[in-house]
């Protein structure tokens, strides 16, 4: 079965998301394939956000008034599916996250200190830095052979 892993995060900059995906593509091992739901918090931004390959950017205007998700895009790749996880790439709570997971089943993995939120996995003393959450995530899928 293909493994994959869908990584929800926040557009800061190109430099910042490059950064990010080299991390989780080098720390993350045995996945067939890696998706990124990126948010972004103007919608007039998308426009001039460069197209990647697996990158899906989401706004507040792929949501309905009362929090169903209208991306038809981004709700195929949330649906339920055995071989197939979400990470929470953000060490701070974020209003989005809740809009996101709300729309969905998949198991999530996430950083503990997000007080509010509990993830089906979640990792305590750890940051995004040099890819230290990533490498506790792909240690703890190979324990487990997932």
């Avoid at 929090?67 to 649906?79: H, I, P, R, T």
Wanted: a positive charge.
């Amino acid at each position: 079965m293909k493994k994959k892993l869908i990584v929800l995060t926040e557009w800061l900059d190109e430099k910042q998301f490059y950064q990010l995906k080299l991390e989780v593509e080098k720390n993350i091992s045995n996945v067939n394939e890696f998706a990124y739901l990126v948010w972004v918090n103007k919608h007039k931004i998308i426009e001039v956000l460069p197209e990647i390959n697996g990158v899906n950017y989401l706004t507040a205007k792929d949501f309905s008034l009362f929090g169903k998700l209208k991306n038809k895009a981004v709700e195929s790749q949330l649906k339920t599916n055995p071989s197939t996880a979400i990470i929470i790439a953000l060490e701070q709570e974020k209003k989005f996250i809740k809009r996101v997971l709300k729309n969905t089943k998949l198991p999530t993995i996430g950083i503990h200190n997000i007080s509010s939120f509990e993830f089906d996995l979640s990792f305590t003393e750890t940051t995004l830095k040099e890819g230290d959450f990533f490498r506790k995530i792909d240690n703890y899928l190979t324990k487990i052979q997932l």
